[in-house]
C-alpha cells in the first residue's frame, strides 16, 4: 500500500528505525521491531546511512517488517554519495520486495572537513533524486522538511522554495525534522500554505532521554532547545530514569497538542528504543482510539 493514502485516514502514527552497524549481526534488530510491531503503527521507517555505515540492511528490514509482520515500509534512500545506478540497484530490490514507498533524501555531508562534493556527483539535491524515482516507476515519495529552516538554506524563504520544488517533482508526502517547541510547526504550515504545498505532513517526533544525545542532534541539524526543555536536561542530566520520565512526558505533551491540533501524522524517532515509544503510544491510546472511531463513523 502507499503511504500517501494512509492519510485519508489521519492521523498517521508511524515509527522510525535505524538498522545495526554492518558489522553487527542483522538479527539484532528483530527483537526491536517485534516490540514495535505491537504498537500497531501504520508504517515503520528505516533509515539509510549516508555515508556508508548502515545503509547495507535498509532494504532487507523494510523487507522483513512488510513481508513478515505485514506493516507498511518506508525505505529511507539518501543520494549525496549514490550513483544512479545504486539507486536503481536498490529501486529493483524494493520492487522485489514489494516496498512501494521511499524517503527521498539528500542525506548530511560526512562530517570530516577536508570533505568536498565530486563534481561529477548524479545527484545535488534530494529534488534530483526524486524526480529520478518518479521517472522510474510508481513509487510513492516522501521527503524531508525543515520547520525551524534547514541547517545549511540560505534564508526560509530558499529552504521553502526548495521543498515546492520537491513537492512539484513528485514528493506525496512530507516528514519534518525534529523540534522541540510546536510553535515551529505551527508558523510552518502556515507558510507552507502560502507557498501551495497541501500534501500531507507528519511531524517527526524525538522522545528526548539522553542529554548528550540531544545536544549532539540539535547542533548537527540545528534544532533549537527551547528554555523549558533546556531546564529538564540541567536539571536531571546525572539521572536517567529522571530524565526519561521526563522526555517521555515532553514527548507525549507535544503529541497531544499537535493531534489536538489536526495534525496530519506523528513520526516518532524511535532511536530504537520500544520501551519509550510504547510508553508513549500507551499514553495517547484513547486518543488514537478517539480518531479512529472517527474514522469508521
Ligand atoms: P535537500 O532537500 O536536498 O536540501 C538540502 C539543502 O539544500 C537545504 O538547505 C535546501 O534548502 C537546499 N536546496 C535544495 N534544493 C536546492 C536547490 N535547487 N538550489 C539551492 N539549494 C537547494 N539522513 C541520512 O543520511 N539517512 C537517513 O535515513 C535520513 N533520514 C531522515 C529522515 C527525516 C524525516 C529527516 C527530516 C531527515 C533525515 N536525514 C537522513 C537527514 C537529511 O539527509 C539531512 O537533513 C540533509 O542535510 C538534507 O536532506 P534533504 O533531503 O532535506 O535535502
Do not use: W
Not at 517488517?65 to 505485514?70: D, L, S, W
Not at 514507498?101 to 539528500?106: H, K, Q, T
Not at 562534493?117 to 521527503?143: M, Q, R, V, W
Not at 526543555?229 to 530514569?241: A, V
Request: glycine share 4%; aromatic share 8%.
Amino acid at each position: 500500500m502507499k503511504i500517501r493514502d494512509l492519510f485519508i485516514n489521519k492521523p498517521v502514527i508511524s515509527l522510525e528505525i535505524f538498522p545495526p552497524k554492518p558489522e553487527t549481526p542483522i538479527d539484532t534488530i528483530f527483537d526491536t521491531i517485534d516490540a514495535l510491531s505491537d504498537l500497531k503503527p501504520d508504517f515503520i521507517s528505516v533509515t539509510y546511512g549516508a555515508a556508508g555505515g548502515s545503509k547495507h540492511y535498509t532494504v532487507q528490514i523494510a523487507d522483513i517488517i512488510k513481508n513478515k509482520y505485514g506493516i507498511e515500509a518506508l525505505a529511507h534512500l539518501t543520494c549525496i554519495n549514490s550513483t544512479k545506478k545504486e539507486v536503481e540497484d536498490i529501486l529493483q530490490q524494493l520492487k522485489k520486495s514489494n516496498i512501494e514507498n521511499v524517503l527521498a533524501l539528500r542525506g548530511d555531508r560526512p562530517q570530516d572537513e577536508s570533505y568536498i562534493a565530486p563534481e561529477d556527483n548524479d545527484y545535488k539535491y534530494a529534488s534530483d533524486l526524486i524526480a529520478h524515482i518518479k521517472s522510474l516507476g510508481d513509487f510513492c515519495i516522501g521527503a524531508a522538511c525543515y520547520p525551524e529552516v534547514h541547517i545549511e538554506a540560505e534564508s526560509c524563504i530558499a529552504d521553502l522554495r526548495s521543498l515546492k520544488r520537491k513537492v512539484e517533482l513528485g514528493a506525496d508526502f512530507l516528514i519534518t525534522q525534529l523540534f522541540l517547541d510546536n510553535n515551529f510547526y505551527f508558523d510552518f504550515i502556515e507558510k507552507i500554505g502560502i507557498m501551495d504545498i497541501s500534501i500531507p505532513v507528519s511531524v517527526g517526533i524525538m522522545p528526548v532521554i539522553n542529554k548528550k544525545q540531544i545536544e549532539r542532534i540539535t547542533s548537527l541539524c540545528g534544532a533549537s532547545i527551547p528554555t523549558k526543555f533546556r531546564r529538564i536536561l540541567d536539571r536531571y542530566e546525572n539521572n536517567p530514569e529522571a530524565l526519561k520520565e521526563a522526555g517521555i512526558a515532553y514527548a507525549t505533551e507535544q503529541i497531544i497538542d499537535l493531534l489536538s491540533s489536526g495534525v496530519d501524522g506523528i513520526h516518532l524517532y524511535t532511536m530504537n528504543k520500544p520501551e519509550v515509544a510504547r510508553k508513549i503510544i500507551k499514553q495517547i491510546s484513547s486518543i488514537r482510539s478517539h480518531f479512529e472511531n472517527l474514522n469508521h463513523a
